[in-house]
């Protein structure tokens, strides 16, 4: 389905059968974008074997991507560089000035 490999915006989700997590990952991954992703499961283990492997700039685990002002928020691969929101996010728009005196 060509959905899977866009960067959708808007209420839409795509649903596919797979045999295992492994699969589902490789599933997940394959897209060039990687704003964010979410994973389903209330296995712990699970859930840091999913957010550890996911390739986006933010996992959301049992629940919907959510963008929090206290929460830096920014994607991988075709889905940007940088983060805004929250500090790091500040850091973003800062330019610094590195003095060095001998």
Known sequence: MPLVMEEAFGPVATLYRVDDRAEALRVANQTSFGLSS??????????????????????????????????PFGGVKASGYGRELAAEGIREFCNLKTVWRA
């Open 38 to 71: 979410s994973v389903w499961t209330t296995d712990a283990e699970e859930q840091d074997w999913f957010t550890g492997r996911l390739e986006s700039g933010a996992v959301f685990v049992n629940g919907m991507t959510a963008s929090f002002p206290e929460l």
